[in-house]
């Protein structure tokens, strides 16, 4: 089948580059005229495991393509779908869907007759709706609909999200719709994938209720966290417990740092402005906490990191271990680890940061941090190492090598993932949220990558 995949940032790349290489052809279109030459050369904007090759790949069968205009768009294909970005509006909590706008209102003029519109872009419910009535007074090409199809890709591991899906949900208000979206996506559906086929109005809320849940997940055990500091509990061993129970399971369940990028934090309170919009905000009130809670987590590590230098930050040099906002990605949107590196500058500290794909978009991002190109210069006379994005390069450090190149062989672990008795071992003094004694060993890798989940 032809298709379009309007906006080629993160979600449009890769799901461009999927649908090729399930066999349809594809255009991909951006105005970004420097990233659309890239992406033609067979150049990723972005880091993510495995698109590279996929994308290599597709552009040289030529089932990949990729243009800046629309109206080249509309002649290729009549099925489009619309990736670009709903971040927080500057002036609300609210999504800003101007660049959807934008692109509905560009392709109007050139559609042809039986055009499918299919968003994937994460919207305030009632978006779907708005623009079909936006299409019915604009387009020239009669029978045009406009579809759901939410996506749930984790950064990190995007391409196998797409490629293996663990459930599509379509929006639709047509038997064609829905053909057309099964058609599209068969090879995940012969596979045995859940299909969903719904109203748009569920489809846009399936999105924002799922990022709504584990982002709730992901503050309550960090709430517990807090509990755990003051009570002398151990929010690891709490967290490993509850997760036993079926009804709870275990995946979002990591004391920590808490989330950031480009989704979770703006999700949620764009949904928590939709929802006090449409008459429905006491229901979600509680979202509102949720989001402080995680905001917290990055102020009670610098006050932590603070306490473990004596009081203050003056003269004291910072090792930091992670800049992307999570492992996988090079992506430093609203990162977490960024906040506390920032924080700890800004106050003081002499800091110097370690990543082993983000260095460049965090220089980008804070200029005025240190950025070093291997851990052991990175940690070189630090009197604090602070691990904060949970690479898996990470876990790998031999802490008694490291400790002979750092001041103070002091670890404040905030994403509780490295293995607190080995670290001890070395002469590491170890410190982690929520476990004020260390009294139990940290979990197994695989204890870690459950709990972790995957955050998108």
């Not at 004291?316 to 800049?323: E, M, Q, S, T």
């Amino acid at each position: 089948m032809r298709m379009t995949v309007i906006g080629t940032g993160y979600v449009g790349t890769v799901h461009a580059a999927c649908m090729a290489d399930i066999g349809h052809q594809v255009l991909g279109i951006d105005i970004d005229a420097e990233r659309i030459a890239a992406l033609s050369a067979g150049r990723a904007p972005i880091h993510e495991s495995g698109l590279d090759e996929l994308l290599a790949r597709t552009v040289a069968s030529g089932r990949l393509r990729f243009s800046t205009s629309l109206a080249d768009g509309a002649a290729f294909a009549r099925t489009h779908f619309v990736c670009v970005g709903t971040p927080q509006r500057p002036d609300s909590h609210a999504a800003d869907l101007r660049y959807v706008d934008a692109v509905v209102d560009g392709l109007a003029p050139h559609l042809r007759p039986g055009s499918l519109v299919v968003g994937k872009s994460t919207v305030p419910v009632g978006t779907a709706a708005r623009l079909a009535e936006r299409l019915a007074g604009a387009a020239s090409a009669p029978g045009t609909e406009v579809a759901w199809n939410p996506e749930f890709l984790r950064e990190g591991s995007a391409v196998r999200d797409t490629m293996r899906p663990e459930r599509l949900v379509v929006g639709v208000t047509s038997r064609h719709a829905e053909g057309v979206l099964r058609a599209i996506y068969a090879p995940m559906i012969l596979a045995g994938v859940p299909f969903f086929s719904t109203d748009p109005a569920t489809a846009e809320l399936v999105k924002v209720a799922a990022n709504s849940f584990l982002a709730t997940k992901i503050s309550f055990i960090n709430a517990m966290a807090e509990v755990c500091d003051a009570a002398g509990a151990d929010a690891s061993v709490l967290a490993r417990a509850i997760g036993a129970d079926s009804r709870i399971g275990p995946r979002f369940l990591a004391p920590g740092l808490g989330f950031g990028g480009s989704c979770f934090p703006k999700d949620i309170r764009a949904f928590a402005a939709r929802a006090e919009e449409i008459g429905a905000g006491e229901a979600v009130e509680f979202l509102h906490e949720v989001d402080r809670i995680n905001t917290r987590q990055r102020s009670r590590t610098v006050d932590q990191a603070r306490r473990l230098l004596g009081g203050s930050f003056t003269g004291r040099r910072a090792g930091v271990l992670g800049a992307a906002f999570k492992p996988g990605s090079d992506d430093v949107r609203d990162s977490p680890a960024l906040v506390v590196a920032a924080a700890l500058q800004e106050q003081g500290a002499t800091v110097r940061v370690h990543d082993p794909e983000a260095i460049d978009n965090a220089r980008d991002a804070h200029p005025e941090l240190t950025y070093a190109l291997d851990v052991d210069k990175a940690c070189e006379d630090a009197d604090l190492v602070l691990h904060l994005t949970d690479w898996p390069e990470y876990r790998d450090i031999d802490p008694a090598a490291l400790a002979t190149l750092v001041r103070s062989p002091v670890l404040l672990d905030a994403r509780n993932s490295l293995d607190a008795g080995s670290w001890s071992a070395a002469g590491w003094a170890v410190h982690a949220p929520g476990r004020p004694r260390l009294c139990a060993p940290a979990p197994s890798k695989a204890e870690t990558a459950a709990l972790a989940g995957g955050a998108s």
